[in-house]
């Protein structure tokens, strides 16, 4: 039977309650967490937003399959999940186009954002370091981080100088899919020069799932990188390359029919540089620029190519920076231009170009026992269709926040913010079948921005035995864009070689129906929060024993009655963990709510408990040159379906895993 959630919750109320008052004494400090990802670099304890950092260690636990996966763990962060080979994160209930994925902080410029079953061609496998900020980042990345960025680092442009040579690996196995992994890094200096060479690869067979195996989930991916740099005092300036060629199956549409693949391919040549000036109040100018050429090709069951997908094309970005006692901040320009487009019997969007530039500047006055911060972006997107036309679009974001630090180690913020993002092109200029979701989907071309209003709270604590933090949000959406069943079914009958529209009580018999969906704008509004909390409880015979617990959850619906498809359900996890010099141990309990709360089209889904474990041995202690770790996923076997997918009826996530990782580091 299924542990109650309501049990776990209490068990975590007396746990957020209790521990803290044991722990209050303590007031060692604990390293800062910077996050590079925002404009106002700083400590992640003291971000307005809510802020997440991932390090190689949190993110080699957490490998799952796509980025999403691999994210999904974190509090506030959900999946979409499209089987092995595809997901992207979800953050606050927000995803698609709301939630920007960079690649050491500029876009990723893949086809990820128009489909589900489109994989995000960076997976973390050969990152160092992924940043995440929950809520809107739009003033420094635009309307379409109304929900939050993912920032995944690679080294790829070494920032740091290297003394001789480096090299840092990582060889795997995991018993689900009969799947292995690999990664490697080499990097040398030369005076003041700096090189990195790097490998990644994967690759599974179908996995299991408790109730049998899930057909043609295999994947196979590879990536290879070349980038150097020149360092010093001055700053840094590099260029880079990178190749990702990946290779995943499609869950077949019928069980009777052959299931087709997904090959994907990628180069991307990037270059950043970070300078320390002296321009007036200016101290920092810093710049990025990647050009990306993206295609992917979807192969019938049968083996023979049908729909092709490109995206081609550029984003740029120069930020100019000031510190001072008090007064910090940055301005910046970014300009992005993407051709976009699929051609073949399923491709539902023509080739689009969409230019996005925006100016921006942000300001952090900082009076020591409290602050405030705030700052305003313009944009304009400027799209091109070669089928409908063109449409433009000038949008704008503000925000203004006040912060405190009450006593020492505490910091309580809140953060108003306007933000409006354009539509996008998929949005405004799709028209055709969509068998990725089984559907027929329809743009709007008179489609107007969506506006949101969000106000965000938080309270930290951090004293180095302790940590704990607690975000509340809430976002109001005027004309907020969702994909909505219009009530028509698009019918195709492929023994008449005809096709159209029709109610449904008027389909031809025999033939395939599929939903017609439109994108439409309604108001809505979503709120929630997460919850996390750690703390070092003893130590006994050199073995430090901690706990951690988390909760989030978001609500969202329509203004006018109903709600938005596809909201994930709430989570709750429990961790304890013990840590020696050559030993370190933990144990999880993974809940997941069930979601009732439903578009009309919807169906519900029953929450599931997963029991994870981990055990890490250093034979050398923290000098250790390798290290070996043993991971357990759903140790129970126990049933889970992700309600944020539009595959959650079809497929399952995998069931019981363990993988077997070997580090390497000298």
């Known amino acids: 039977m299924r542990t109650s959630f309501k049990a776990y919750l209490l068990g975590f109320v007396a746990f957020a309650v209790l521990v803290p008052s044991a722990a209050m004494a303590q007031d060692t400090n604990t390293e800062e967490e910077v996050i590079v990802t925002a404009p106002l670099e700083g400590s992640r304890i003291e971000s307005l937003q809510g802020a997440e950092v991932l390090r190689r260690d949190d993110i080699i636990a957490q490998l799952n399959g796509g980025l999403g996966d691999t994210l999904d763990a974190t509090p506030g962060i959900a999946t979409t999940f499209f089987g092995a080979g595809a997901s992207r994160p979800i953050i606050r209930g927000l995803g698609e186009d709301r939630v920007r994925v960079l690649q050491n902080g500029i876009g990723t410029i893949d086809a990820s954002t128009a489909s589900p079953d489109h994989a995000v061609t960076s997976d973390g496998l050969d990152a160092e370091r992924i940043e995440i900020l929950r809520g809107s980042a739009a003033l420094a990345y635009g309307g379409n981080a109304i929900g939050g960025v993912v920032n995944v680092i690679d080294q790829s442009i070494p920032t ?59 994947t196979e991916n590879r990536s290879y990188g070349l980038g150097g740099s020149m360092l010093g005092e001055w700053g840094f300036a590099g260029l880079a390359i990178k190749r990702t060629e990946d290779e995943y199956g499609l869950l077949p549409h019928h069980e009777d029919e052959p299931a087709g693949r997904i090959e994907l391919e990628q180069t991307r040549i990037e270059s950043r540089g970070d300078f320390r000036v002296n321009w007036g109040a200016f101290d920092r100018l810093d710049y990025g620029i990647q050009h990306s050429d993206y295609e992917h090709t979807e192969f019938e069951g049968d083996g023979e190519p049908g729909t092709i997908f490109n995206s081609e094309g550029y ?27 699929a051609v073949g019997e399923e491709a539902f969007i023509t080739a689009t170009n969409t230019q996005d530039t925006g100016l921006f500047i942000i300001e952090r006055l900082d009076f020591g026992g409290w602050g405030l911060e705030g700052g305003a972006r313009v944009e304009r997107r400027e799209l091109d269709n070669v089928t409908v036309g063109g449409r433009e679009f000038d949008t704008w974001a503000a925000s203004g926040g ?80 969702a994909l909505l069943d219009t009530g028509v079914i698009f019918w195709v009958d492929e023994g008449a070689g005809t096709d159209g529209f029709s109610p449904p009580d008027a389909i031809p018999v025999g033939a395939e129906e599929f939903g017609v969906f439109g994108f439409s704008q309604e108001d809505a509004t979503f709120e929630g929060g997460e919850f996390a909390i750690r703390a070092r409880l003893f130590e006994a015979n050199g073995i430090a024993v901690s706990a951690d617990a988390a909760y989030d959850w978001v609500r969202a619906s329509f203004d006018g009655g109903g709600n938005p498809p596809r909201i994930p359900p709430s989570s709750l996890t ?40 981990s055990l890490a041995f250093r034979p050398q202690g923290e000098d250790s040159t390798w290290s070996l770790r043993l991971d357990a996923r759903n140790l129970g076997d126990d049933l889970g379906r992700v309600h944020s997918s539009f595959l959650k009826d079809d497929l399952a996530l995998p069931g019981r895993n363990f993988r077997l990782t070997l580090l390497t580091e000298f």
């Open 160 to 218: 740091r100088a290297v003394d001789g040579l480096e090299f840092e690996g990582l060889l795997a196995a995991s018993s689900v899919d009969d799947g292995t992994h690999g990664a490697g890094r080499l990097r040398f200096g030369a005076g003041d020069f700096a090189f990195n060479l790097s490998a990644s690869g994967s690759r599974t067979d179908p996995y299991d799932t408790p109730v049998g195996v899930a057909a043609n989930q295999f």
């Open 402 to 481: 006040v912060f405190f630090r009450p006593a020492q180690n505490w910091f309580v913020g809140a953060t108003l913010a306007r933000t409006e993002r354009a539509p996008t092109a998929v949005e405004l200029f799709s028209d055709g079948l969509h068998l990725a979701t089984e559907s027929y989907e329809i743009g709007n071309p008179d489609l107007d921005p969506e506006t949101a209003l969000s106000l965000e709270g938080s309270v930290r604590f951090d004293n180095g035995r302790i940590s704990t933090e607690l975000n509340l949000y809430r976002i109001e959406f005027e004309d907020y864009i």
């Open 574 to 613: 429990f961790g304890v963990t013990a840590d020696s010099t050559h030993w370190t141990g933990r144990v999880e309990v993974v809940d997941v709510g069930e979601q009732d709360r439903l578009a009309a089209f919807e169906t519900a889904t029953s929450g599931y408990t997963f029991l994870n474990a």
């Open 315 to 341: 984003e740029a970005r120069l930020e100019a920076h000031h510190r001072g006692e008090r007064l910090q901040g940055a301005i910046g320009l970014q300009y992005s231009d993407v051709d976009f487009g």
